[in-house]
T-cell receptor, first 107, second 116 residues
Framework: GIQVEQSPPDLILQEGANSTLRCNFSDSVNNLQWFHQNPWGQLINLFY???GTKQNGRLSATTVATERYSLLYISSSQTTDSGVYFCAGSGAYKYIFGTGTRLKVLA | DTGVSQNPRHKITKRGQNVTFRCDPISEHNRLYWYRQTLGQGPEFLTY????????KSRLLSDRFSAERPKGSFSTLEIQRTEQGDSAMYLC??????????????FGPGTRLTVL
């Protein structure tokens, strides 16, 4: 089955810094999402991005489907960006999640 | 438009007891999914419904677990004879009938189960 690798596993940033999170897939996926998990465990949808580039405020994401990877960019980070970021991919409907990137933004 | 809701949010039970969780998907979403997340890991797929039909069950779903989705609306996940290893966050998600992002899944807040 599909395997998902996320890097880096942990990231500490100063407020205002930029960062790039990466997600590699072992096989092609038809669906790909990025999530932010808040301290209460809620998974917040960031992007549904099986291919191409999308932007939403300070966040943007790019998926290169032919090379089986996706990138999440966070610009001008804020303390509220802290938490765990997951990417997940699926062939049809069953999402396989990575182990996440734990981000801590310091004031 | 309300999101996916789950009840209860927290459940503490003793080993050997049965527990039942409920998930209400986003209105008109015909696909519903259950996942389980343990500490430090990403969510893992448990099972999937399209309308009222349960179409796939993971090997993680032992015979102590049962899920239903009567009438294709809300779903319940029951765990019988709970074990300490069942302690986890149980997440429910739903996705739309049609549209550009047909398979975009929206998650509920989860039910955190602690088995003593």
């Amino acid at each position: 089955g599909i395997q998902v690798e996320q890097s880096p596993p942990d990231l500490i940033l100063q407020e205002g810094a930029n960062s790039t999170l990466r997600c590699n897939f072992s096989d092609s996926v038809n669906n790909l999402q990025w999530f932010h998990q808040n301290p209460w465990g809620q998974l917040i949808n960031l992007f549904y991005i099986p291919s191409g580039t999308k932007q939403n405020g300070r966040l943007s994401a790019t998926t290169v489907a032919t090379e089986r990877y996706s990138l999440l960019y966070i610009s001008s980070s804020q303390t509220t960006d802290s938490g765990v970021y997951f990417c997940a991919g699926s062939g049809a409907y069953k999402y396989i999640f990575g182990t996440g990137t734990r981000l801590k933004v310091l004031a | 438009d309300t999101g996916v809701s789950q009840n209860p949010r927290h459940k503490i039970t003793k080993r050997g007891q049965n527990v039942t969780f409920r998930c209400d998907p986003i209105s008109e979403h015909n696909r519903l999914y259950w996942y389980r997340q343990t500490l430090g890991q990403g969510p893992e797929f448990l099972t999937y419904f399209q309308n009222e039909a349960q179409l796939e069950k993971s090997r993680l779903l032992s015979d102590r677990f049962s899920a239903e989705r009567p009438k294709g609306s809300f779903s319940t996940l029951e765990i019988q004879r709970t074990e300490q290893g069942d302690s986890a966050m149980y997440l429910c998600a739903s996705s739309a009938r049609q549209g550009i992002s047909y398979n975009e899944q929206f998650f509920g807040p989860g039910t955190r189960l602690t088995v003593l």
